[in-house]
């Protein structure tokens, strides 16, 4: 079994003394490859770095989150021009919108979420995006940008099956993560799943957040790391009814499509 983790903050400071052994470990739990998520200037920086560190194993996005919006300006939006061009690099983002902290006015948001649109365009790569209540805004902008890239990934999907829909009838792929796992607020997420296309359904863990909460026994830590993608498919393979072993092959499958990956690299299993 071979599992790609289309979404981890691996540039997290939690990461900093161990990062070796968390990638020793994914592969340990068949995880050989991961996408390493921007999500600042700085952070889309390191996440090339790392990537290029590792390479055939670990790629990047390189964008800026909702979150961060108001520190994008005309020096950011350089910076992930440069940056996007690196081979490392798969997809523009994460970027979106995000009305449930709001961190960054929404005004500031919607400005900045369109640069990165018109960013994707103008290089002719995959979108790598976050959405969190703030779906008729999102949508309604994704529709003015969708025909002109190549393709999109909604990210850590956690909406209603009306948002779902949406995004589906947009072409879009959907990224699942540890969030299905959560019983107080991720169990609508496990009839959701199964309306979605084998070759739109991507995996992540969006490490080191999501822990799912369904692993047993919880590390001590409590931080999420790529090794529990394996448990996350699991979990998706019996709520769609269907062997693990085709819901990792197909989204592995729909994931190499997606960001170009190269044939799957062996570096373990278990």
């Known amino acids: 079994m071979h599992l790609v983790d289309i979404g981890a903050n691996l540039t997290h400071e939690s990461f900093h003394h161990d990062l070796d052994a968390v990638l020793q470990r994914a592969g340990g739990y068949g995880v050989t490859r991961m996408m390493v998520t921007g999500a600042s200037r700085d952070g889309s920086r390191h996440a ?28 950011t939006d350089a910076a992930l021009r440069e940056l996007v061009h690196h081979a490392a690099v798969r997809a523009v983002g994460e970027t979106g919108l995000d009305y449930n902290r709001n961190y960054s006015p929404r005004e500031v948001q919607l400005q900045v979420f369109e640069r990165q649109l018109q960013i994707a365009v103008d290089v002719q790569k995959p979108l790598f995006l976050h959405q969190r209540d703030a779906h008729a805004d999102f949508v309604a902008l994704l529709k003015r940008y969708r025909d002109k890239v190549p393709a ?20 879009c792929h959907i ?18 799943v199964r309306e979605i296309p084998a070759n739109r ?32 498919c699991e979990e998706i393979a019996r709520d769609r009814g269907e062997p693990v072993e085709v819901t990792a092959a197909n989204s592995t499958a729909a994931a190499e499509a997606f960001f170009g990956l ?9």
Request: charged share 20%; with cysteine.
């Open 201 to 232: 359904l991507m995996i992540e863990t969006d490490a080191p957040y999501l822990l799912p909460r369904t692993v047993r026994p919880p590390p001590a830590h409590r931080r999420n790391e790529p090794m529990y993608l394996k448990h996350i």
């Open 175 to 192: 990224g699942i993560t540890g969030w299905i796992c959560d019983e107080r607020r991720g169990t609508h997420l496990r009839e959701l």
């Open 152 to 171: 999109a990934v909604v990210h850590c999907f956690t909406d209603t099956g009306e948002a779902l829909r949406d995004y589906l009838a947009l072409d």
């Open 262 to 270: 190269p044939p799957t690299v062996f570096v373990g299993a278990r």
């Open 48 to 75: 090339v770095a790392l990537a290029e560190a590792h390479p055939g194993l670990l790629f990047a996005t390189t964008g800026v989150h909702p979150h961060h919006a108001v520190d994008y300006d005309d020096a």
